[in-house]
């Protein structure tokens, strides 16, 4: 919207304002509430429970055998580590560049993070992941698709083969994408993810992990707290794979409640419809900001399903001030950008370096590219036109630095 009095364009939305939750799932949230019967376990005679049918659907979405909903998405990446045994002092390959819950993961089950570097398409190096999986002595990869970027994984799946390296999917910003056809979380053994306000199925919070194997879902039920009420559970293995794990596998609660899962399962209907809204927004920016002289957008692979509800870009030339000159006056037009680059991590913005717990390493490829890295939500409340504007906001703002540049 160009308001009057304003010699530039400037945007208004708020990008954090997610759309209302459906009619539907709030009509099923009362119905919970007016039962009493919050409680995944808290069933009446002859029923499942929304969070049984909420797995069961999830399972079928993500074509898996097995699907355990949980309390957020990186209870679901804790689980999902204990499931394979990872234990205090284990070391864990991931992603230099992801977001703060996922080394808080690793180093909730007392493990240690190695950080791999990350590509200028803002995937995983393969060939980082391929050198450490050899030298680092980790068993198991926790996989961020940060941003919604999938690496090429029938190569990742290769590399983590050859070396016996367990792969476990964080799908926080995947859920609904695919690679080659193969839903994002289905490569490895384990996928998790997240259905937190800001991801793309909303219950406040909220996790979903998806597995074939019958041991890791048996331990993985028991370890969100099942009270030996497993036979319950209907997107689960048989009750006698059970006997193998019910003692000695910690109840470590961090279960769903029928409340969320009531709310979950019409917008899980509706996914499908709302990554096309997403993609319409993210290919309208794209192409508005493509050919802009000093700005990389990331260009996205063939194989790839995008669920675009994110965007990023690249100012590859651009030193310090000049990316936090681009923020600022973007800003100062309605734009809201997060810079991974900054000195301070701000908001969801914090780095490998700023995850003091773990040690000390060097990522130098990562540096590079997170130097020029600008990030942005695109929520389902902006229309194309918005997205349009502010893609023509951001291009602006880059051509006038670069022609204060080319002028020195
Ligand atoms: C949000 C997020 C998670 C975890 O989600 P929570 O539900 O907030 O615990 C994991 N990985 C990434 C990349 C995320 O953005």
């Not at 030193?319 to 006056?329: C, G, I, L, M, R």
Request: hydrophobic share 45%; aromatic share 6%; charged share 20%.
């Amino acid at each position: 919207m160009i308001l009057p009095g304003m010699s530039k364009a400037t945007f208004t939305g708020n990008f954090t304002q997610q759309e209302p939750i459906p009619d539907a799932a709030i009509d099923a949230a009362v119905a919970v509430m007016r039962s009493g019967r919050l409680h995944r376990y808290n069933t009446a005679p002859g029923e499942d429970g929304e969070v049984s049918h909420l797995e069961e659907e999830f399972a079928a979405f993500t074509d898996a055998k097995y699907c355990l909903a949980v309390a957020s998405g990186g209870y679901a990446m804790g689980a999902a580590l204990r499931a394979v045994d990872v234990g205090p002092g284990d070391k864990v390959l991931t992603n230099g560049f992801t977001l703060a819950p996922v080394p808080g993961a690793i180093a909730a089950v007392n493990a240690e993070p190695v950080f791999v570097e990350v590509t200028e398409s803002l995937t995983i190096d393969l060939d980082d992941l391929a050198a450490k999986a050899a030298t680092s002595g980790a068993k198991v990869l926790l996989l961020s698709h940060m941003r919604g970027h999938l690496c090429d994984m029938d190569r990742l799946m290769e590399i983590c083969d050859a070396a016996r390296i367990i792969v476990i999917e964080d799908c926080a910003h995947t859920m609904g994408g695919a690679w080659r056809g193969v839903p994002s979380g289905r490569h490895g053994l384990i996928g998790c993810y997240s259905t937190q306000t800001y991801k793309h199925l909303n219950s406040g919070e909220g996790g979903l992990l998806v597995t074939d194997d019958d041991i890791v879902m048996a331990k993985a039920i028991m370890l969100s707290g099942s009270y030996m009420l497993f036979g319950r559970h209907r997107a689960a293995p048989p009750v006698d794979t059970f006997e193998k794990v019910k003692y000695v596998t910690p109840n470590v609660s961090g279960r769903m409640d029928n409340l969320r899962a009531a709310i979950l399962r019409p917008q899980l209907a509706d996914l499908p419809a709302q990554v096309a809204r997403w993609n319409a927004l993210y290919r309208t920016m794209e192409e508005g900001m493509r050919n802009t002289p000093g700005l990389q957008v990331i260009e996205r692979p063939e194989e790839e399903s995008i669920v675009g509800s994110s965007i990023q870009i690249l100012l590859p030339q651009a030193n310090p001030d000049q990316v936090a000159t681009v923020v600022k006056s973007c800003g100062a037009r309605g734009v809201e950008l997060k810079w991974f680059g900054a000195p301070e991590p701000v908001a969801f913005t914090s780095r490998y370096d700023s995850w003091r717990y773990a040690p000390a390493q060097q990522l130098p490829k990562t540096d590079a590219i997170l130097a020029g890295l600008l990030d942005m939500r695109l929520p389902l409340t902006f229309s194309v036109e918005d997205a349009a504007l502010i893609a023509e906001i951001i291009r602006d703002e880059v051509l006038s630095l670069h022609s204060q540049t080319a002028a020195e």
